[in-house]
């Protein structure tokens, strides 16, 4: 049985913390439960007639009435902030723009870094559909990120820019307006 809008609606309410609550008791379940496990850096899932779906995609049919078309990313990057106006459809691209930079980063810009063999030169790089382009070598790391986000909007990412953090070091350090 697929899942929709009107069992939805039935089984949960919404508060705006971003938790669905239980609307009936099931077994274990109270009313007025928080519905799903919740786990620090994982999704968090409810189970509903023996599957598992995971609560952001059940909040965004809760609110708008479909299961989403596309990827639902969760704008601040925070897997467990389920709040309706953090879950935005994307591309699966766009999607993975919006990911953290890796542990090993160490510039804080997602496709800049430095090594010891470039002394005092900064390398940019973006990858694309799985292959990665270098945008060149750069005297300076506000250089390198300026490039770096030229790169971003020449592959036209729309509606990623502010969440990329090229974007987001270039607008604290009044780089761009």
Not at 24 to 49: F, L
Not at 54 to 76: K, Q, R, T
Not at 156 to 166: I, T
Request: proline content about 2%.
């Amino acid at each position: 049985m697929n899942l929709t809008y009107k069992k939805v609606r039935k089984l949960f309410d919404y508060r705006p913390d971003g938790n669905l609550i239980w609307k009936m008791r099931k077994g274990n379940i109270m009313i007025d439960d928080v519905a799903g496990t919740h786990r620090k850096n994982y999704y968090s899932k409810i189970r509903i007639d023996n599957k598992f779906y995971v609560s952001h995609i059940i909040i965004w049919l809760w609110h708008h009435g479909y299961m989403p078309e596309c990827e639902l990313d969760h704008i601040n990057r925070v897997k467990h902030d389920n709040r309706i106006e953090n879950l935005r459809e994307a591309s699966s691209q766009c999607n993975k723009r919006n990911r953290g930079n890796f542990k090993n980063n160490k510039s804080g810009v997602k496709g800049v870094f430095t090594g010891k063999s470039w002394g005092d030169f900064w390398q940019a790089r973006i990858t694309v559909n799985g292959k990665q382009y270098n945008i060149g070598t750069h005297s300076s790391f506000d250089e390198a990120v300026l490039h770096r986000l030229a790169a971003e909007q020449c592959l036209d990412w729309d509606g990623c820019d502010s969440s990329s953090p090229a974007y987001q070091y270039a607008k604290s350090c009044g780089l761009i307006k």
